[in-house]
């Protein structure tokens, strides 16, 4: 997860697969740097591990 206005990487996992658990694994990671302000905005591709729905409940 990269912050769009600093370019900061906030966020990151690897595996050797890319299912939605990986983008999940990123999350508290990015939430932890303590730069996200309220209401901040995710922006993805729409790949379908952004858009599913175990990912949307996770956020």
Same mark, same amino acid.
């Given at each position: 997860? #990269?912050?769009?206005h600093?370019?900061a ?6 595996? *050797?697969?890319? =299912? +939605?658990? &990986? #983008?999940?694994?990123?999350?508290p990671?990015?939430?932890? +740097? !303590?730069?996200?302000?309220? !209401?901040?905005? &995710?922006?993805? *591709? =729409? !790949?379908?591990?952004? +858009?599913s729905e175990?990912? !949307?409940?996770? &956020?």
């Amino acid at each position: 997860m #990269i912050d769009c206005h600093s370019k900061a990487v906030l966020g990151w996992a690897a595996a *050797d697969h890319y =299912r +939605t658990e &990986l #983008i999940k694994d990123a999350v508290p990671m990015a939430a932890g +740097t !303590g730069l996200l302000q309220p !209401g901040a905005v &995710l922006h993805a *591709d =729409r !790949g379908s591990n952004y +858009t599913s729905e175990e990912f !949307g409940h996770s &956020l």
